[in-house]
Structure formats: structure tokens, C-alpha cells
């Protein structure tokens, strides 16, 4: 297997992969769940539904009203019990459908494999399934199918390094399912004529890399053609699965500040993405369900749990094992990365890979003190920029600064704040710095 050289910065957080060998449970006995009319990065679905309507497994419930939409689909048959208007953890506005499930899991009759034909079709249908990236960001995945015609990707790159601390979930697909891993890479690839493709595994995952590479041998067999999928063992070391620490990493391309990777030739989908379209296109059933971790001090059974869209967090962490004492702190995503909930009545989303629950003890945030002026987040820095900088910059409010020193740039991976002996609340400050930016963006457009 090659082994890759790594990006510059980073940091070694624990791992802490405590469900890495917990086979998946699948968990289905939820009585009501809620589904937000937002779970992409674009603006909200228009909800097509109303209270008492009967709605079934896979049936349509929001239309997209805006290209960087997908469709939403009700994950369970049963009863619309309320739709009601919400504001998010991100500040905006959506419609909430509430359903009572009648348990049956009925699925609507629209369900079959869509009908695909050519690049055009193969991207209408992955719009049609409500997909957008599993491994976190989501982005609608066929925005992503549609680069300029001038920037068409030479290569498709596989995400399934999973760096963040405690998440196993996409191990789990490795190890659980990498007949439909396989078998996604090359939909994609044929549909999107890439005549290769690169899955990169961090080299703590040595199981996950020999179950996709004994795949592959087993496919290129049975085809008896030449492989054009290789696996490749990265460094471990955090954040190797950011998108442009792996483009780097597996190719040696750079993005360049404010560009995407269609700009170096190159497509990139979460592992757990391209599994959902191979079996899209076996089954037609759009993105209802997920895979997630549960895990963290606060849980009696970590494990990884296959839950529907819409499952309540709270129902899910009892239906799971319970809490073994008080939550001090609830956490969507990883402990790097992740957003910690404001409210318990929150759902399980399209995007969402994990759900972290901490006792009181470990959820206690230590007090700032004065930067000591030590460089350890700009050595950390995976994208060579000055933490320490940004900071004074954003709560100075110097919007002119904090352009000049590519703030737009910062990933937020968390690097600076974990590394920071003084414990500034660094990634909280350049989150409020690049808002800023944005105010002020907004409010010069709105003059023009």
C-alpha cells in the first residue's frame, strides 16, 4: 500500500475510536420525529405537507425552491401531526414537520431505481434522493457533480480518513459495506468519465484499507478489467480528512485561497456518500435514514446506531443504552468540529455523523488568560495562517485586518484553540471575524 507525505500543521488529539468494532444497530422505535425543512447548506425547503396529512417512507414532504436545494422525504409512514415555523442553531428560519409514526416503516409507492442514462440523469437522480455530503458539510452532492465545463476533475478522491476524534461511522461502512463503497466509486466514476479514483484511509484504520482493497481485487475479477481504484494509507493525524489537507495529501494539488476543487481537477465524496448512491440506484429510496456514532463520557453503551431522519436526539441516546449521568454538554458532529446543541428537542439531520455526550466534568470550559505570545496555534495551523492575529483582529472588530490576514481562509478545524496553552477561545473568535466580513459584504452589496 503507498503511503502519501501529510500536510504541514496539524495536531494528535486522542483518538478515542472507542466504537470502532461496535457493529451498526439499526433503531426504529420511535413514536414521533421531527424533520426540519433545512439540512443543507443551501436555503430552506418549501414544505408540501399539512398537519393530518398520511405521509409513507421515501414520499417527498419540501420541494426545493433554490439550486443549492435538495428535496426532503419523510422518514417513516405515519401521521403529520404539525408543521411549525422554527429558527435553527444557525440563526435562520425554517418550517419544522412534525410525524407521529404509525410504526409500519410503509413505503410510498414513488419508491423504484431511478432512470439513468447519462451524466444528466445520473445528477438529476442524486438530486431527486435528497443527497448532500454525509461527511459533514452539507453540500447538495449534485452541486458537486457540476463543475464548469473547462474544470472537469481527472480524478475522483474517496474521504474516508474519519479523522475527528470518538466518530466510527464511516469505518463501520468500510467494514460493513464496501461491496456498495465499490460499487458507488464506479457510478460515479462512469457517469462523471473519471478514469480514476484514490480512497484515502488514515493508517490507524488497517482494517477498513484491507476490506476496500480485498473489494476492489474481487471486483476488478469478477469484471476482468485493469484496476483504476487504488487505496492509499494517510498519516493520522488531525484534520488529515479536511478537504484540502486530503486533496494535498493524496495529490499534491494545492487549492488555492477562495477556490474549490474543481479548480485542480478534482471530485471529492465522502466514503459513506458514495455507498448511499450505489444502493440509491439499486432501491430508488432517497436519504432517510443515517449512521451515526454515539459515544462520550455521559452514555452507558457507546455504539454506532442506523437511526431515521428525524429521530429525536434525547430518544435516540435512551433507545441507545441511556446516559450514565447528567449531559453538561450534547455535541452534533466531533468533539473538533462539532456544534454543541442549545436545546434537547433537537433531531438527527442529514448531515449529522455523531452525537457526543460529556459529563459535567469534561464539558467545563477552563477561563481565557492572556496570550503568551508562543506560536503554537500558527505551528498548528494546517492552512499557514496566525490564529493569535485573527483573534485580536475579530474582537477588535478590524474587518480590514482580518481580510488582510485571509481569515475567510480558516477551516475551523480547532488546531489553534486545542494547542493554545493560555485556552483562547480562538476558533469561537474567528468564527465572529468572518461573520463580520460577511456583515459588511452584505451591506456593501445592498449599496451597489
Not at 286 to 304: A, M, Q, Y
Not at 435 to 448: F, N
Request: proline share 7%.
Amino acid at each position: 500500500m503507498l503511503k502519501f507525505s501529510t500536510f504541514s500543521g496539524g495536531v494528535h488529539p486522542r483518538g478515542n475510536k472507542n466504537t470502532h468494532f461496535y457493529p451498526t444497530v439499526r433503531l426504529d422505535q420511535f413514536k414521533t420525529l421531527r424533520i426540519p425543512m433545512s439540512m443543507h447548506i443551501g436555503p430552506p425547503c418549501e414544505c408540501i405537507v399539512k398537519a393530518g396529512d398520511q405521509v409513507q417512507v421515501g414520499q417527498k414532504i419540501g420541494e426545493p425552491i433554490s439550486p443549492m436545494a435538495v428535496p426532503i422525504h419523510s422518514s417513516v409512514s405515519g401521521t403529520v401531526k404539525t408543521v411549525r415555523r422554527e429558527v435553527a442553531s444557525n440563526g435562520r428560519s425554517m418550517d419544522v414537520v412534525e410525524i407521529e409514526s404509525d410504526m409500519q416503516y410503509t413505503h410510498h409507492e414513488s419508491i423504484k431505481p431511478p432512470v439513468i442514462t447519462d451524466r444528466d440523469s445520473f445528477i438529476q437522480a442524486l438530486r431527486e434522493s435528497g443527497l448532500v455530503g454525509l461527511g459533514g458539510a452539507g453540500f447538495p452532492t449534485y452541486m458537486k457533480m457540476q463543475p464548469p465545463p473547462d474544470k472537469q476533475p481527472n480524478v475522483l478522491l474517496i474521504n474516508a480518513a474519519e479523522c475527528e476524534p470518538y466518530i466510527t461511522a464511516d469505518f463501520r461502512q468500510c467494514a460493513e459495506h464496501p461491496d456498495e463503497i465499490i460499487d458507488g466509486i464506479m457510478q460515479v466514476m462512469k457517469y462523471m468519465q473519471i478514469d480514476r479514483a484514490i480512497i484515502g484511509v488514515e493508517d490507524n484504520k488497517p482494517l477498513a484499507a484491507e476490506v476496500l482493497r480485498n473489494e476492489i481485487t474481487k471486483y476488478y475479477l469478477a469484471m476482468n478489467i485493469k484496476p483504476s481504484i487504488k487505496v492509499v494509507s494517510l498519516k493520522t493525524i488531525y484534520p488529515q480528512g479536511a478537504e484540502k489537507m486530503l486533496i494535498y495529501s493524496l495529490t499534491k494539488r494545492a487549492v488555492p485561497s477562495g477556490a474549490l476543487p474543481h479548480d485542480v481537477g478534482v471530485l471529492m465524496l465522502n466514503v459513506s456518500t458514495v455507498r448511499f448512491i450505489s444502493k440509491y440506484i439499486k432501491t430508488g429510496m432517497p436519504l432517510v435514514r443515517k449512521r451515526v456514532t454515539l459515544d462520550g463520557s455521559g452514555l452507558n453503551l457507546p455504539c454506532n446506531v442506523n437511526v431515521p431522519i428525524g429521530a429525536l436526539i434525547p430518544e435516540v441516546i435512551e433507545a441507545a443504552g441511556g446516559l450514565a449521568e447528567e449531559a453538561g454538554k450534547i455535541i452534533m458532529g466531533g468533539s473538533m468540529m462539532g456544534v454543541a446543541v442549545d436545546r434537547l428537542d433537537v433531531s438527527i439531520i442529514k448531515h449529522n455523523n455523531a452525537i457526543l455526550v460529556f459529563g459535567q466534568k469534561e464539558a467545563s470550559i477552563p477561563d481565557e488568560t492572556q496570550c503568551i505570545r508562543c506560536g503554537r496555534c500558527i505551528t498548528a495551523c494546517p492552512m499557514k495562517l496566525m490564529p493569535t492575529n485573527l483573534d485580536i483582529m475579530a474582537r477588535n472588530k478590524d474587518i480590514d485586518g482580518l481580510k488582510q490576514h485571509h481569515v475567510m481562509d480558516c477551516i475551523e478545524c480547532g488546531c489553534c484553540t486545542y494547542v493554545c496553552p493560555a485556552k483562547r477561545y480562538l476558533v469561537q473568535s474567528i468564527r465572529n471575524g468572518k461573520s463580520y466580513v460577511r456583515q459588511q459584504a452584505a451591506m456593501e452589496g445592498k449599496k451597489q
